[in-house]
């Protein structure tokens, strides 16, 4: 469908969205820093998604952001040094969301019903 493009960045836009969240320059992208970025990710594409969705979304506390966050680095942090380096971060960015992305497995919330 028209929500094919939600998960695609090329390797270019990945690395400056690593580099503008890695927040303290070790060279991992850390829960908080992921979550921040989640957060924005998801306000900037507000815009772009139907009524419903946007309204699950606006619901959303930033506890669960931190919880999306953590699964998606409990899947990507492949080396387990608790963060996601460049390589792990464009690996979680090219996952399918629809495989747990933003579903009920991601720590949302009331998300079970919801097609994104």
């Known amino acids: 469908g028209e ?11 990945v690395s400056e969205i690593f580099a503008k969240y890695d927040a303290n320059k070790d ?4 829960k ?4 921040t970025w989640l957060e924005m990710d998801v306000q900037e594409k ?3 998604m139907d009524a419903e969705t946007k309204e699950e979304l606006s619901r959303l506390e930033p ?14 942090d492949t080396d387990k040094d608790g963060g996601l380096s460049e390589t792990e971060f464009l690996t979680v960015m090219s996952i399918d969301l629809d495989d747990g992305g933003y579903g009920e497995d991601a720590g949302y919330g009331e ?3 919801v097609e994104i």
């Open 63 to 76: 506890d669960d952001f931190s919880e999306s966050a953590t699964e998606f680095i409990h899947q990507g």
């Open 32 to 35: 908080a820093e992921f979550s």
């Open 111 to 113: 998300t079970d019903n």
């Open 27 to 30: 060279g991992l992208l850390d």
């Open 46 to 48: 507000m815009d772009s």
């Open 3 to 13: 929500d094919e493009d939600f998960a695609e960045f090329t390797p270019e836009e």
